[in-house]
């Protein structure tokens, strides 16, 4: 069962553009989404993380809304960049615990 | 200052051998967790490691298992492996701060079983 759904699965947009992507989650014990930022070779980095009591967290061009009743959160990129080309994973956990539970993944590319 | 630092990067392994992968955290942090990374899927939660005991495990067989040392830093050893273990095996420190944290991972160690 997975308990983090991730879409879409591939994202391309022009330099300058929003990227938009969304999770769904199931488990309603779940109070911690952070968004992580891979890129080839290396380990997933934290881009931003929310919890459950704000609707929206921004830092810099990042952007996560949170919609509690729907069990939905998305990342917001703003003037997207060649450089945000990567895999982004959504994630979730109980009570801040490092038992994170990772959507499967959206690999965006940012045409210059 | 040194982030999470796995070794090896690489490594090569047959089915039925048993392989021992280390990480070291990053540092002043004391717990260290395990997860398994597929090719195109996000990670896997294997265990986590605080004070030298495992104290969270996700749903992977006992021939997962590790060990953390005085230091904080941990192994991860996988006995009888199968195909299907070939993966990035990548390991986290948390750094906590009231009511602030972030996990860091590594790079990650590449297995492929053959």
């Known amino acids: 069962q997975q308990q983090v759904k991730q879409s879409p699965q591939s994202l391309i947009v022009q330099k300058g553009g929003i990227s938009i992507i969304n999770c769904a989650y199931e488990?309603?014990?779940?109070?911690?989404f952070p968004w992580y930022q891979q890129f080839p070779g290396k380990g997933p980095a934290l881009l931003i993380a929310?919890?459950?009591?704000?609707s929206e967290k921004k830092e810099g061009r990042f952007t996560i809304s949170f919609n509690k009743s729907a069990k939905q959160f998305s990342l917001h990129i703003m003037d997207s960049q060649p450089g945000d080309s990567a895999t982004y994973f959504c994630?979730?956990?109980?009570?801040?615990?490092?038992?994170?539970?990772f959507g499967k993944g959206t690999k965006l590319t940012v045409n210059p | 200052d040194a982030g999470v630092t796995q070794s090896p990067t690489h490594l090569i392994k047959t089915r039925g051998q048993q392989v021992t992968l280390r990480c070291s955290p990053k540092?002043?942090?004391?717990?260290v967790s395990w997860y398994q990374q597929a090719l195109g899927q996000g990670p896997q939660f294997i265990f986590q490691?605080?004070?030298?005991?495992?104290?969270q495990r996700g749903n992977f067989p006992d021939r997962f298992s590790g060990h953390q040392f005085p230091n904080y830093s941990s192994e991860l050893n996988v006995n009888a492996l199968l195909l299907g273990d070939s993966a990035l095996y990548l390991c986290?420190?948390?750094?906590?701060?009231?009511?602030?944290?972030?996990?860091?991972f590594g790079s990650g160690t590449q297995l492929s079983v053959l």
């Open positions: 986290a420190s948390r750094f906590r701060t009231g009511a602030n944290e972030k996990l860091f």
């Open positions: 488990n309603t014990a779940f109070d911690y």
């Open positions: 929310i919890r459950p009591d704000v």
């Open positions: 994630a979730a956990s109980i009570g801040g615990s490092e038992k994170l539970v």
């Open positions: 540092s002043g942090h004391d717990t």
């Open positions: 490691y605080y004070e030298e005991e495992e104290r």
